[in-house]
């Protein structure tokens, strides 16, 4: 697969989000207004993971200028804005973008206004580009159950009217995945479906509490790699993997490429999406993803098209932008 195929092919990302995606361009508008200036090198070191990040915790520590400018309508509306335009220059047809609305009600806003906020931004971008967007609203796993809680009953408000989907985000290997049950739990009552980051720190047993829960997604999983009986269980059960290769490596999630595990997955009929995950702090885009699977021999056309087929199908768009998405791809190969 040479660059130019996988920059013009239909694409769909899963795994994203608003706060480490912002633009330096957008980050820096906002942070001016907030009083803060930055000159362009000293701001990009803030925002982008360093090429020997150590850790999650280390690559977490990017989100914190971003989160500083969310705290307004308007900072809000332009950061989601901005991402949906970006990513529909590149082709990528829909956009699951997840955020912690907790984290941006510092300044007065309710939850509802600040996800309604985002809304207006992507809104505003499918108007101009044609992309297609669901929300997904993460709990924060070192936030108390409370406030999580209280941020999902006010987000299930909003469900079907942007929100499609909630989530549990944060540093996993601080707080596992068995400490969240009764969030999830609430998430069934809500009838609110969800993804579930899980694997991302070398912990196997972080998937089987995420499937357990009863997640119909998994944000990263690479710690599924080498469990045959745990990929099994994916693969009958129809869990959807969300591969996000360049933010894996800055992690620390896999070593090098030489063992990642998305032929692995892939062989064993796990469905599997590519994914950004942080398009700023990774200094990566959708087409990038891609090529790094390609360059790697574990990327061509054909298995691509079975990956655009599985991301609509685990996508939690509704069913009828789950079949315009699929038509309007079938369409693109009509001899």
Do not use: W
């Amino acid at each position: 697969m040479n660059r130019f195929v996988a920059y013009n092919m239909p694409k769909i990302d899963l795994h994203c989000h608003l706060d480490g995606s912002m633009s330096p361009a957008v980050t820096g508008r906002l942070l001016k207004e907030l009083g803060e200036e930055y000159g362009p090198k000293e701001l990009e070191a803030l925002l982008s993971a360093p090429a020997d990040c150590g850790s999650l915790a280390e690559y977490l520590e990017r989100f914190d200028l971003p989160i500083r400018c969310l705290q307004t309508k308007e900072g809000l509306k332009a950061a989601a804005f901005d991402l949906a335009s970006a990513a529909a220059s590149e082709h990528v047809v829909y956009l699951e973008v997840r955020f912690a609305p907790s984290f941006s009600v510092s300044r007065g806003l309710s939850v509802e206004e600040v996800i309604d906020s985002v809304e207006s931004g992507l809104f505003a971008a499918r108007e101009q580009t044609g992309i297609r967007t669901g929300i997904i609203v993460c709990g924060m796993r070192h936030l108390d159950m409370e406030t999580n809680l209280a941020m999902l009953a006010a987000a299930r408000e909003l469900y079907g009217c942007g929100v499609v989907a909630c989530d549990m985000a944060g540093d996993e290997r601080a707080f596992p995945n068995a400490g969240y049950g009764e969030f999830f739990a609430a998430a069934k009552r809500l009838g609110m479906p969800f993804t579930i980051h899980a694997g991302e720190c070398g912990s196997r047993e972080s998937i089987r509490d995420a499937v357990a829960f009863g997640a119909s997604r998994i944000g990263h999983g690479i710690a599924m790699g080498g469990d045959k009986e745990l990929i099994r269980m994916c693969a009958e059960q129809k869990i959807g993997v969300e591969m996000c290769p360049t933010s894996n490596l800055q992690t620390k999630a896999v070593g090098d490429f030489s063992c990642y595990p998305f032929t692995e997955f892939y062989e064993a009929g796990v469905p599997l999406s590519v994914n950004t995950d942080n398009r700023t702090v990774s200094g990566t885009c959708s087409t990038d993803e891609f090529m790094r699977l390609s360059d790697n021999g574990m990327m061509n056309e054909r298995i691509s098209e079975r990956i655009f087929r599985e991301s609509v199908e685990m996508s939690f768009a509704d069913p009828d932008t789950k079949h315009r998405l699929m038509t309007e791809y079938n369409n693109l190969f009509v001899i």
